[in-house]
């Protein structure tokens, strides 16, 4: 049985160590060791320890968070960017990131699906190929499989932060969170 060192989830060290760099601090603050494996429960419990004491007027910053679930609880939490590599090394194992959730376009069912891999993406991808396609490039180790969901992924993220940027605007940012993960298989 695996047990988790807990060493990044001490929450009084984490809280000591954000005084200190608060001191030092002239334009935000990056967060990390919260998304090497533990369960996301952790990692949401150590961004609502630290929220309250992050200075309003410096940006904050996840490394390494990069899933449509964890970003939309970061940014509840008070996250304001992220980066990770989940989109491009999804998309290398043929897995897009779309409206509806999660596509494996290496499996079978898209053999001839002629509809777009996302039909509310504007990105190149799916404004120019199909399902089948995409499926087929894949199936015959064409690297322009990958480059295509690369694409695809990262202008869905892009657009799910615009999206939810609309929603704080708005003030309804809970409602768009709860219809969103109803909407998706992203848990």
């Known amino acids: 049985m695996f047990h988790i060192f807990r060493l990044n989830f001490y929450e009084d060290l984490r ?3 954000l005084e200190n760099v608060k001191k030092k601090a002239t334009v935000g603050f ?3 060791g919260l998304s090497v494996g533990e369960p996301k429960h952790i990692m949401y419990e150590m961004l609502d320890a630290m929220a309250p004491h992050y200075p309003e007027d410096k940006v904050r910053y996840l490394m390494g968070v990069g899933s449509p679930d964890c970003i939309i609880e ?16 999804n998309a290398r194992n043929g897995t897009a990131l779309t409206s509806e959730g999660k596509v494996v ?4 069912k898209y053999k001839e699906d002629f509809s777009p891999l996302d039909k509310e993406c504007d990105c190149y991808a799916c404004k ?14 064409e690297i322009l499989g990958a480059q295509l969901l690369s694409i695809h992924n990262i202008r869905y993220l892009t657009n799910f932060m615009e999206q939810i940027k609309q929603a704080i605007r708005e003030d309804r940012l809970s409602e768009f969170r709860e219809e969103y993960l109803k909407k998706t298989n992203y848990k």
């Open 15 to 17: 809280l000591k160590a």
């Open 30 to 32: 990056s967060i990390g």
């Open 74 to 89: 970061g940014v509840i939490r008070g996250i304001d960017m992220f980066d990770c590599v989940l989109p491009t090394r």
């Open 105 to 108: 376009i290496k499996n079978g």
């Open 128 to 141: 120019n190929f199909t399902k089948a396609y995409l499926r087929h490039l894949f199936n015959v180790d």
